[in-house]
């Protein structure tokens, strides 16, 4: 609930002009709820119009994407880059394909983009892009041919002083190397102007890894806060993807079990913890279901549902899957059973109702802005390297990445802790990344 009336009326103000898109609305409310703190600390906010600028995208793109499949038939789907706040440098913010994708989904990524790289330290502006094409089930050949045409309208909106995408929810290494071979034949120029590249043609080392890594080094400063961090502990992911895969490794080499892991069929749970290899292999090369997994290793089970991965017993849960997957029921069945730590690596996995829960039953909670920062802020590094020529070694990229993820733990922990929410890092998070922001528009008067 907003009780601030300045902040009232622009989330009034916002719901009216976008009635049809909820999960924007809901990222809106989430955010302007932890900052009424600030907005009555400081009122030169509402003398600048600082928050319904904010919430207002800066630029917003609809385009066709037609495309021909194998059968010679033509498909038309729609494309968007939302070009959300640029005020910290270029619009950084991954694209996804998926059916659901729509306005709405692509508006409240990009709004939740904005604090996150701000959180990351580097110069980044929040931005956020796809479509609602599917890459599932469809040949290399057809997913070269919508890429090569989504680049080519695409192209027109971005550079890698302007905005540089990356990938996101069936965007991957693939996907990417065929966006940017068409923007380079497009542009006759050779940029940095998608991250996520593969290493052979400007990528970074241990950009693919960052996400699910940076999520565990961020939980295990969470968990060392209170208990020995990763070591020993039970753990459930959602998910099997990019996130979800290297969230799986790092927590194991950090001395966890992961017992389970889903995708959309189902849930596959191993009590003698998932194998990495074997579910790298399974999604990654092969891009399999997860219910494979359960025919190769023999002390496996599968469930043909998502939502019952909740219900298993662990330590620590690691939503890595999609957005609202893990509602007020499973909340309440993950702290019946013991759960220690909750970490969000996913966008907004965790509906407001079950963050609420978590804060009121003193699970620790990381959110997503934070918690799953850890691949913005490697693309960051991406850009920085293809701006100098150069290439940095893995060590020194996951030594950068740790070091990120660890200042983003400790200022959010001290955003909480000087505005009298100790401990709470749903705060503490927007309250840091949203500072920095917030400054930079006052600094630049009325602009945008
Ligand atoms: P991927 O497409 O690689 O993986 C998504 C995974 O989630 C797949 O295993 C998919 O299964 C599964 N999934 C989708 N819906 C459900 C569901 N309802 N229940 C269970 N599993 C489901 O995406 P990423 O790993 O890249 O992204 C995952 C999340 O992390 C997204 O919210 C994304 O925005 C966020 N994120 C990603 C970053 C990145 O660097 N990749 C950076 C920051 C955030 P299936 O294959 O069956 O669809």
């Given at each position: 609930?907003?009780?601030?009336?300045?902040?009232?009326?622009?989330?009034?103000?916002?719901?009216?002009?976008n009635?049809?898109?909820?999960?924007?609305?809901?990222?809106?409310?989430?955010?302007?709820?932890?900052l009424?703190?600030?907005?009555?600390?400081?009122?030169?906010?509402?003398?600048?119009?600082?928050?319904?600028?904010?919430v207002?995208?800066?630029?917003?793109?609809?385009f066709?994407?037609?495309?021909?499949?194998?059968?010679?038939?033509?498909?038309?789907?729609?494309?968007?880059?939302?070009?959300?706040?640029?005020?910290?440098?270029?619009?950084?913010?991954?694209?996804?394909?998926?059916?659901?994708?729509?306005?709405?989904?692509?508006?409240?990524?990009?709004?939740?983009?904005?604090?996150k790289?701000?959180?990351?330290?580097?110069?980044?502006?929040?931005?956020?892009?796809?479509?609602?094409?599917?890459?599932?089930?469809?040949?290399?050949?057809?997913?070269?041919?919508?890429?090569?045409?989504?680049?080519?309208?695409?192209?027109?909106?971005?550079?890698?002083?302007?905005?540089?995408?990356a990938?996101?929810?069936?965007?991957?290494?693939?996907?990417?190397g065929?966006?940017?071979g068409?923007?380079?034949?497009?542009?006759?120029?050779?940029?940095?102007?998608?991250t996520?590249?593969?290493?052979?043609?400007?990528?970074?080392?241990?950009r693919?890894?960052?996400?699910?890594?940076?999520?565990?080094?961020?939980?295990?400063?969470?968990?060392?806060?209170?208990?020995?961090?990763?070591?020993?502990?039970?753990?459930v992911?959602?998910?099997?993807?990019?996130?979800?895969?290297?969230?799986?490794?790092?927590?194991?080499?950090?001395?966890?079990?992961?017992?389970?892991?889903?995708d959309?069929?189902?849930?596959?749970?191993?009590?003698?913890?998932?194998?990495?290899?074997?579910?790298?292999?399974?999604?990654?090369?092969?891009?399999?279901?997860?219910?494979?997994?359960?025919?190769?290793?023999?002390?496996?089970?599968?469930?043909?549902?998502?939502?019952?991965i909740?219900?298993?017993?662990?330590?620590?849960?690691?939503?890595?899957?999609?957005?609202n997957?893990?509602?007020?029921?499973?909340?309440?069945?993950?702290?019946?059973?013991?759960?220690?730590?909750?970490?969000?690596?996913?966008?907004?996995?965790?509906?407001?109702?079950?963050?609420?829960?978590?804060?009121?039953?003193?699970?620790?909670?990381?959110?997503?802005?934070?918690?799953?920062?850890?691949?913005?802020a490697?693309?960051?590094?991406?850009?920085?390297?293809?701006?100098?020529?150069?290439?940095?070694s893995?060590?020194?990229?996951?030594?950068?990445?740790?070091?990120?993820?660890?200042?983003?733990?400790?200022?959010?922990?001290q955003?909480?802790?000087?505005?009298?929410?100790?401990?709470?890092?749903?705060?503490?998070?927007?309250?840091?990344?949203?500072?920095?922001v917030?400054?930079?528009?006052?600094?630049?008067?009325?602009?945008?």
């Open positions: 609930m907003i009780t601030n009336q300045y902040l009232q009326k622009v989330y009034q103000e916002t719901a009216k002009r009635s049809a898109q909820p999960e924007y609305l809901q990222a809106v409310m989430e955010v302007l709820e932890s009424e703190c600030v907005v009555e600390r400081r009122p030169e906010l509402e003398q600048w119009g600082v928050m319904q600028r904010l207002e995208p800066e630029r917003f793109f609809q066709r994407v037609s495309w021909v499949d194998d059968a010679g038939h033509v498909h038309v789907n729609r494309g968007y880059r939302c070009q959300f706040n640029s005020v910290l440098g270029p619009y950084k913010g991954g694209l996804r394909f998926h059916p659901s994708v729509n306005a709405s989904i692509i508006k409240f990524l990009g709004f939740e983009q904005i604090f790289n701000s959180l990351t330290g580097l110069p980044m502006g929040g931005g956020k892009g796809g479509a609602d094409f599917d890459p599932k089930g469809k040949s290399d050949a057809e997913v070269m041919r919508f890429c090569q045409s989504f680049m080519t309208e695409l192209s027109k909106h971005i550079g890698e002083d302007t905005d540089v995408p990938g996101d929810i069936g965007v991957g290494a693939r996907e990417i065929y966006m940017y068409q923007y380079i034949r497009l542009s006759n120029r050779n940029t940095g102007v998608l996520g590249k593969g290493l052979s043609y400007g990528g970074s080392f241990v693919t890894e960052a996400t699910g890594y940076g999520l565990c080094y961020f939980t295990d400063e969470m968990l060392r806060a209170v208990h020995n961090g990763f070591e020993g502990k039970r753990v992911i959602s998910g099997s993807g990019n996130v979800a895969l290297y969230a799986l490794q790092k927590a194991q080499q950090l001395g966890a079990k992961v017992i389970a892991m889903s959309s069929g189902g849930f596959v749970c191993d009590e003698e913890g998932i194998r990495f290899e074997i579910m790298q292999d399974l999604k990654e090369n092969r891009r399999g279901r997860i219910e494979e997994y359960a025919h190769m290793v023999r002390s496996a089970r599968f469930t043909p549902n998502t939502n019952g909740w219900q298993i017993p662990c330590d620590v849960a690691l939503p890595c899957a999609t957005q997957e893990l509602g007020l029921e499973d909340a309440k069945a993950l702290v019946s059973n013991g759960v220690i730590a909750v970490a969000e690596g996913a966008n907004m996995p965790c509906t407001p109702e079950a963050v609420e829960y978590f804060l009121e039953n003193q699970i620790l909670f990381g959110p997503a802005k934070a918690a799953n920062a850890g691949g913005v490697t693309s960051g590094l991406e850009m920085s390297q293809n701006n100098m020529r150069v290439n940095w893995f060590e020194k990229v996951d030594q950068k990445l740790h070091d990120i993820m660890t200042d983003i733990y400790q200022r959010a922990c955003a909480a802790e000087e505005y009298g929410y100790p401990g709470n890092l749903v705060r503490g998070s927007n309250i840091a990344g949203f500072q920095k917030a400054d930079s528009m006052l600094a630049y008067g009325i602009t945008y």
